[in-house]
């Protein structure tokens, strides 16, 4: 089945550092991935829309200057967290959509979680 | 963004007992997906409604897809422990997917 990498699972950097989190599609091509984030205890809130060749679509309220993303390949989407700060500490989520099985369905990677001393 | 509504937020049940979360949209939905997150994992597809009136069957769930396609439930039949976690319904909006809030399930053995 389709299967999503991404890393790192978790990172501890310093406030005013830049953090970035590498996202691919391992056995299947996606011109379009989605970068989520949640909030402990809360759902997934869709942050933007990766596009293959493209620049992303963010969602409002989602600074696209502190969140950058990049999506150079068929295969592969980052997330750089910019100049983060502590109340950028969440878990980061990517996600593909592929139509395996006729369905429009995601697949997501493991998750990153971002704490910013 | 889009918003769709969940119910409930917490759910606790006896192991044995039966489990429901409903999902609702003010606007039409084209599909409707639902997802498990297990505590400290990622989202699991779990199934995909298309058709209205749609009931769908894996085991011990049941989905449901609304008349007017605007709702949906997820019920669980004789809730396990294996059950725990939190339940999500998608929608796709404008070939995006926004999730409903979620619905966490414990199960007491």
């Known amino acids: 089945g389709a299967v999503v990498s991404q890393h790192p699972s978790w990172v501890i950097c310093k406030s005013g550092t830049s953090v970035k989190i590498e996202c691919r599609s391992l056995?299947?091509?996606?011109?379009?991935m989605f970068w989520y984030r949640q909030f402990p205890k809360q759902s997934l809130m869709l942050m933007a829309t990766?596009?293959?060749?493209?620049?992303?679509?963010?969602e409002q309220g989602v600074e696209k200057d502190k969140f950058l993303i990049n999506h150079a390949s068929l295969t592969l989407s980052t997330l750089t967290v910019t100049s983060a700060h502590p109340e950028d500490s969440s878990f980061y989520i990517c996600?593909?959509?592929?139509?395996?099985?006729?369905?429009?369905?995601?697949?997501f990677g493991a998750g990153s979680r971002l704490t910013v001393l | 963004g889009q918003q769709v509504m969940q119910i409930p937020q917490y759910q606790h049940v006896q192991e044995g007992e039966d489990f429901t979360t409903y999902c609702n949209s003010s606007?039409?939905?084209?599909?409707i997906q639902w997802y498990k997150q297990r505590p400290g994992g990622h989202p699991v597809f779990l199934i995909q409604?298309?058709?209205?009136?749609e009931v769908k069957k894996q085991k011990r769930l049941t989905f449901q897809f609304g008349e007017a396609k605007k709702n949906s439930s997820l019920h669980i039949t004789a809730t396990q422990t294996t059950d725990v976690g939190t339940y999500f319904c998608?929608?796709?909006?404008?070939?995006?997917?926004?999730f409903g809030s979620g619905t966490k399930l414990n199960v007491k053995p």
């Open positions: 996600s593909a959509s592929h139509g395996a099985s006729g369905a429009n369905v995601l697949t």
């Open positions: 056995d299947f091509q996606a011109t379009t």
């Open positions: 990766s596009n293959e060749g493209s620049k992303a679509t963010y």
């Open positions: 606007t039409t939905l084209s599909n």
């Open positions: 409604l298309v058709k209205s009136g």
């Open positions: 998608a929608a796709l909006f404008f070939n995006k997917f926004y």
